[in-house]
């Protein structure tokens, strides 16, 4: 199944947390917080404004920080993804 975001619309997959600190102490799962960041997988049309279509910033492949409380949280095919307006999208992680 594939999903096509609507509006200004960003399909993420949320990235995996860490299980491990820096100094190698292992995080338990009850510890741990739901990440931050993740891939950008369906990006949608972007948003009219005025009668002017306004391109989206974020491209499908795109590793972003986004705003923790601000996602919805979906299930397809046994895969979890948020889907989230690129307004709530904080950066873009840049290698």
């Known amino acids: 199944m594939k999903i096509k975001p609507l509006s ?6 949320p990235l995996e ?7 190698g102490i292992v995080i338990p799962d009850t ?6 960041q ?3 997988v369906a990006v ?7 009668g002017k279509s306004i391109a989206m910033t974020v491209k499908i492949g795109d590793k972003v920080l986004y705003s923790k409380y601000s996602p919805q949280e979906v299930k ?3 895969t979890e993804y948020l889907i989230i307006s690129e307004e709530d999208i904080l950066a873009i992680i840049e290698k």
């Open 76 to 78: 397809v095919d046994g």
């Open 38 to 40: 993740g891939e950008v």
């Open 8 to 13: 200004d619309k960003v399909v993420i997959k």
């Open 44 to 50: 949608g049309p972007g948003k009219v404004k005025e």
């Open 17 to 23: 947390a860490e299980q491990k600190t820096a100094s």
């Open 31 to 36: 510890a741990k917080e739901k990440p931050a």
